[in-house]
């Protein structure tokens, strides 16, 4: 995955999310194939919260 460092994928590989930007994971799933999905959890209840889509314009960090 062009752009991201081997230590970020290896973390995402070993599921160990906690600290890792959903951009992260949304781009390492792009480059596999897939899309992120959220969804969260109230009482019994399971919920699909959102489909997280690739930014349409390249964001520029300063």
């Keep these: 995955m062009i752009g991201s460092p081997v230590d970020e994928i290896s ?8 600290n890792t930007r959903i951009g992260t994971v949304r781009r390492y799933l792009k480059a ?27 964001r520029c960090r300063t």
Excluded: F, H, K, N
């Design 32 to 58: 596999v194939g897939g899309e992120l999905s959220i969804e969260y959890v109230t009482g019994d209840a399971r919920q699909r919260g959102l489909t997280v889509p690739a930014p349409l314009t390249p």
């Design 11 to 18: 973390t995402i590989e070993r599921g160990d999310l906690e």
